[in-house]
């Protein structure tokens, strides 16, 4: 999970140098470069029977769908700190939902790690420059963060039935089709691109989607959901290492504070899994 969760520290950079395709052209491509490697790896790993499994993957993937749009267009209208701060909202969503209708009971002290990585993002965010802005993209960023709770949890619950690589095959099915859809009855352009753009989202496929996705589903099958979420509070900790390690960005005292609170609060949380109801 943890690994998986530093890969994806660099997505911001990547549908960034993707632009000018449109937030649904981004999302197809991102799915469509890893579908082929993914649909092999799930075809090896398939068992006969699943069709709960399969259904939950499906519901992940509509979820995914919902997320990445939302994100995506969110970049077009606020800075990727604010963005990435308000999508690192999603395990308060997971965590509310378990507990009104999954019934999942959490531990006072996984609660409080919880708080201390929310808190820790919050400190990221505003170090990296995160303000209120015209209010249209951070809506958007909320948003998705309900739809990123949401796929984490059903993509939690197709795992217990399916193994990783056949749950995040039909996950990124469903995402290239509900993205190639929707880009179409949009309009949107789906060639004509620099290539800059081709490489960016050949990168978005092959080590977003298939490298981080799939260690982050595979850890998904090991932890609860709600650990899971929290865990991937280490993306924003991840671009800011990202950022020192290569382009040699300066780590202020204030983005410290932030790193340290947020794996203070991944470590808590983990030392504290929740109960299942």
């Known amino acids: 999970?943890?690994?998986?969760?530093?890969?994806?520290?660099?997505?911001?950079?990547?549908?960034?140098?993707?632009?000018?395709?449109?937030?649904?052209?981004?999302?197809?491509?991102?799915?469509a470069f890893a579908l082929p490697l993914v649909a092999w790896m799930g075809w090896r790993a398939h068992r006969p029977g699943q069709g709960t499994g399969r259904g939950w993957a499906f519901l992940a993937g509509g979820c995914f769908v919902?997320?990445?749009?939302?994100?995506?267009?969110?970049?077009?209208?606020?800075?990727?700190?604010?963005?990435?701060?308000?999508?690192?909202?999603?395990?308060?969503?997971?965590?509310?939902?378990?507990?009104?209708?999954?019934?999942?009971?959490?531990?006072?002290?996984?609660?409080?790690?919880?708080?201390l990585a929310l808190a820790g993002g919050l400190v990221l965010g505003l170090a990296k420059g995160a303000r209120w802005g015209t209010g249209r993209g951070e809506l958007l960023a909320s948003l998705a963060s309900v739809a990123y709770a949401s796929f984490t949890l059903a993509l939690g619950r197709a795992r217990r039935s399916l193994a990783a690589p056949e749950a995040l095959a039909w996950v990124i099915l469903c995402c290239t089709v509900g993205f190639g859809l929707l880009g179409w009855a949009r309009g949107d352009a789906f060639h004509g691109f620099p290539l800059r753009v081709w490489l960016s989202l050949a990168a978005l496929g092959l080590v977003m989607q298939v490298a981080a996705w799939w260690l982050i589903t595979w850890g998904l099958g090991h932890v609860s959901a709600n650990l899971g979420a929290v865990t991937l509070m280490v993306q924003p900790v991840a671009t800011v290492a990202l950022g020192w390690l290569l382009l040699g960005e300066a780590v202020r005292p204030l983005q410290g504070g932030g790193i340290l609170l947020v794996l203070a609060g991944i470590a808590l949380s983990a030392l504290n899994p929740p109960a299942q109801g």
Request: no cysteine; net charge positive; charged share 10%.
């Open 1 to 31: 999970m943890l690994a998986g969760a530093f890969l994806l520290g660099f997505a911001a950079m990547l549908v960034r140098w993707a632009e000018p395709a449109e937030p649904l052209v981004i999302g197809f491509y991102r799915m």
């Open 66 to 115: 919902v997320d990445l749009w939302m994100w995506h267009t969110s970049l077009l209208y606020t800075s990727a700190a604010n963005s990435t701060l308000l999508i690192g909202l999603a395990p308060l969503w997971v965590a509310l939902i378990s507990v009104l209708w999954l019934g999942t009971r959490l531990k006072r002290r996984f609660l409080a790690g919880l708080a």
